[in-house]
């Protein structure tokens, strides 16, 4: 499944995935399973990231 999420900046997609790691540590010892998922929906996004174009300075 593909989806389209539009942020402001990739920066916002970062405190996002920086958000799911923070909450898969609360869930270790309740929900282990969540929180494996959601470390593995952190690191989808990241290695997504990874492959997005580097910006380009503007030029003068």
């Known amino acids: 499944m593909a ?3 539009r942020l402001t900046s990739s920066d916002d997609l970062a405190e996002i995935v920086e958000a799911l790691l923070a909450a898969a540590d609360t869930r270790d010892s309740h929900a282990p ?3 494996t998922r959601w470390r ?3 690191c989808d996004i990241g290695d997504a990231l990874d492959h997005l174009p580097k910006p380009t300075p503007p030029t003068e």
């Open 33 to 35: 399973n969540q929180a």
């Open 40 to 42: 593995n929906l952190a």
């Open 3 to 5: 989806i389209t999420i």
